[in-house]
Each structure stands twice: as structure tokens, then as C-alpha cells.
């Protein structure tokens, strides 16, 4: 008796299935991979990972498979790097093999495949060397910059003065004065904070982006160049999300540390008055004499932790690292966190300590860990922007405002947003009281 259509489509589809398990659970299990959680499949590793708090999930998995292991994406094998080791032998030691960046569909669907942060190959290459240059070219490290970063510093001092006698949530301001430096830089002016097409750049972002034209420098004879409109957007939309987020949630971070341990602050202050005093405005050069206030921005920004995982790395080729065969295309995943919390580098990597950057003479230590921009070939291009404006910002506010808590400070609690994928402050509000 002939099969029924519906008997005959369900055989076919079990079939394939069927296949389909085979050859997945073929592949995985004669893959010379690091080993990892077993997956399931269509799911990989879901069941051990919880959603909405995946960083704590991946050191969770390490304690059981150590500091290189393999997740699943669905089917799609993710090589995980726990601790400082790990991550430095692949991402500086091989940093010719994993410097790609590693695009899963979703992200290519919000990011695109143009500008810095998501390419790879002589784009990347190019647009990166371009952006380093344009960088220098516009004042990174040079006086131009700075005094565009102390402009804004002096504009949100002057509006925290206006709001002296009432509780501030810092949180808006910060945004808007990291965003203005990136227009100062990107635009080449500022804008009022209350200016409307500001406050459309900030809330509609990815439009304002979109619109924008430049008719110059575009070699738009050359059909090979990688400098084209897509590619200058592309850049541009990298500047601001790279470069006002992370930045302002560190400065939000700053604040409410300083909230939780006054007498941090008071020690900061009174560096601050040693070196720079109340009269002048505070430079980037004064940062190499400020020993105490440089460690404890360095330990806000290990502590802050605001990417604990980064952004996804690739191998460009086929490698055999530690002992394990990692095929070329693989997605890699970095824990900054676990190398930023490393215990073999910082003593109490998970309490606030300004005295992991200060050696027994109060002088200044560098850590091979501070890693909050990355490491090797991708490591951040605006890190020289980011150390600047974190340094001006933090400096010109406590130079002449004392930060008060608005509860005790045994109530502050300065850990992360919970179920939250990245590290973001808990809200508060603040008094900041005139020197």
C-alpha cells in the first residue's frame, strides 16, 4: 500500500534529521577542539549558560574545564579564553592568527560590515591605520584634543555647580559630555547641551549617522578604495558607541566608588591640590605625577569592568594551540573579566583596591592584567581618547567638588546591575558639594 503525502513527508523529515545528528554529533566528536560542556543539538550549550548573565556563566564552566573550553552557539563552536594566560598567549602572542573579529548573523544585522571594529582583511586593516592617523591628526595627544576634553570638563562642572543644592543622577550629564567630545572630534565643534539636534543625535543616533555626506576625499575614481561613504559612516557610528558608552559608564562607576570610600576621594584631593592646585585646570600631563589618583582611575577601570567579555575574535587560519586543533573561522571568546580579576595579578581582584597599581613606595605599577581595552592587534583605537577624558573628567570635578552619598555608605553598593551582560552601574544620585 502506497504511503500517504503527510506519512511520506514526516518519514523524509525524520530521515534528514536523523542525518543531520549523525553528522553533527560525528563532527563534534572527532573534532580535536577544546573541550567544553556537551551540547545538544540545534541549542549547543544554552542549558549551561544563563542568558542574562553569560560572563559569570563562562568562569562558572572554566572551575569544571579549565582556561581554554569550547561552547556552542546553536551548532556553531566558540573557543572561550579564561584568565590572563590564556588570553595574552592568543591574543598577543598569536596575534597574527587571532586578530579577526569573529561576526556572528546578529551582529552583522546591527553592526553592518563596514568601518573598524567589525572587519576584517585590508579593510580593517586600512580603515584601522586611517583612523590611528585622523586621531593623531585631529590633537590625540596633542594639546588640541585636550582642550577640547577640558572644555567639556569645565562645562559639566559648571552645571553640577548649578545643581549644588540638590541630589544629582549623574548619569545624563556624563553621557552628554563624552558624546560632545566625540561631535568635537567627528563634527569639529560642540554643542549646547540643551541644542535640539544634539539631543536628536543622541536619542536617534543611528539616523543622524546615516545622513551624513561628505563629497571630499573619497577617492571615488579608485573602485578598489576602501575609503567610501559606507565605510566613513561606518567608522563614525564605531567613534560613538565605542567611544561614549563605555567611557561615560566608567565615569558613573567613578563616582559612585568615590561615594562608597571618602576617604579615597579625600587622598585624591589633596593630590590633586598638591600638583595642580585650585586656580589651574587640570592636563594630561599632570597625570605622571599624580601617582595615587592614576592607580585609583586604573583600578576603576579594572573594577568597572564594563566589557567583561569584548567582542568576539576569529582565527584567520587553522592553529594547533595548546595542544588543540582550532580550524580556521572559529569564533574565539576573550573573558576580560577573568584577566582583569585575575588572582594571580591582583590580590583582591574582586574588592576595590587602589593599591594593586601602587608599589610598597606609593609609586605607580603597571600590571601586564590591565586589559580594558583588549590586548594585540584589536586592542581598542581610542584607548588614547578614553585615558585623557577619564583623567580630565575625574580630576577637574574632585579639584573642586566633594561627592557625598545621598544614603549611608554602607548602603552604596558599588557591584554591577544584576542579569546584565555587560557591567553597568547600579543608579544613585549624588550630591556634589562646592570646595
Known amino acids: 500500500m502506497a504511503l500517504g503525502v503527510g506519512t511520506t513527508l514526516l518519514l523524509a523529515t525524520g530521515v534528514t534529521l536523523l542525518i543531520y545528528l549523525v553528522s553533527w554529533w560525528r563532527r563534534i566528536k572527532y573534532s580535536n577542539l577544546p573541550p567544553g560542556p556537551t551540547p545538544l543539538p540545534l541549542l549547543g550549550t544554552v542549558m ?39 588570553v595574552k598567549e592568543a591574543l598577543v602572542d598569536n596575534s597574527d592568527v587571532f586578530s579577526d573579529r ?20 585590508e579593510r580593517w586593516k586600512t580603515l584601522r591605520r586611517f583612523g590611528l592617523t585622523t586621531l593623531r ?36 550629564m556624563l553621557g552628554l559630555v563624552v558624546s560632545n567630545v566625540i561631535c568635537s572630534v567627528v563634527f569639529g565643534k560642540r554643542f549646547d547641551y540643551e541644542d535640539k539636534k544634539f539631543m536628536t543625535l ?7 549617522i546615516s545622513g551624513m555626506n561628505s563629497a571630499s576625499g573619497q577617492e571615488k575614481q579608485n573602485p578598489n578604495t576602501e575609503f567610501h561613504e559606507n565605510n566613513l559612516v561606518g567608522s563614525v557610528q564605531d567613534l560613538f558607541f565605542a567611544g561614549t558608552e563605555t567611557t561615560s559608564n566608567t565615569l558613573r562607576y567613578a563616582f559612585i566608588i568615590m561615594l562608597k570610600y571618602p576617604e579615597i576621594q579625600e587622598k585624591v584631593q589633596k593630590e590633586i591640590d598638591s600638583v595642580i592646585g585650585q586656580e589651574r585646570i587640570p592636563s594630561a600631563q599632570d597625570r605622571s605625577k599624580m601617582p595615587y589618583t592614576d592607580a585609583v582611575i586604573h583600578e576603576i577601570q579594572r573594577f568597572a569592568d564594563i566589557l567583561p567579555v569584548g567582542l568576539l575574535h576569529a582565527a584567520s587560519k587553522d592553529i594547533t594551540f595548546r595542544g588543540y586543533t582550532i580550524p580556521k573561522g572559529t569564533l574565539v571568546a576573550p573573558a576580560i573579566t577573568s584577566v582583569l580579576k585575575d588572582p594571580n595579578f591582583f590580590k583582591n581582584p574582586t574588592d576595590f583596591d587602589p593599591g594593586h597599581f601602587l608599589d610598597e613606595n606609593g609609586a605607580f605599577k603597571k600590571s601586564d592584567a590591565f586589559m580594558p581595552f583588549s590586548a594585540g592587534k584589536r586592542m581598542c583605537v581610542g584607548e588614547g581618547l578614553a585615558r585623557m577624558e577619564l583623567f580630565l573628567f575625574f580630576t577637574t570635578i574632585l579639584q573642586r567638588f566633594t561627592l ?7 548602603d552604596i553598593d558599588i557591584t554591577p546591575e544584576p542579569n546584565s551582560n555587560s557591567s553597568r552601574s547600579r543608579d544613585y544620585k549624588m550630591f556634589a558639594v562646592p570646595q
Do not use: H, W
Open 48 to 86: 549551561q549558560l544563563s542568558i542574562t548573565e553569560v560572563p559569570k556563566s563562562l568562569l562558572k564552566i572554566s572551575e569544571t574545564y579549565g582556561p581554554v573550553y569550547t561552547c556552542y552557539s546553536a551548532n556553531i563552536p566558540v573557543v572561550v579564553l579564561i584568565g590572563y594566560d590564556a
Open 102 to 121: 569573529g561576526n556572528l548573523k546578529v551582529v552583522k544585522v546591527l553592526f553592518g560590515t563596514y568601518g573598524i571594529v567589525m572587519t576584517n582583511g
Open 137 to 172: 591628526n585631529f590633537g590625540m595627544g596633542k594639546r588640541s584634543i585636550e582642550e577640547r576634553i577640558q572644555e567639556e570638563a569645565q562645562n559639566l562642572r559648571e552645571q553640577f555647580m548649578k545643581d549644588k543644592d540638590t541630589p544629582i543622577d549623574p548619569t545624563y
Open 202 to 208: 543622541l536619542q536617534y543616533i543611528k539616523e543622524i
Open 404 to 410: 557625598k552619598p545621598t544614603v549611608d555608605k554602607k
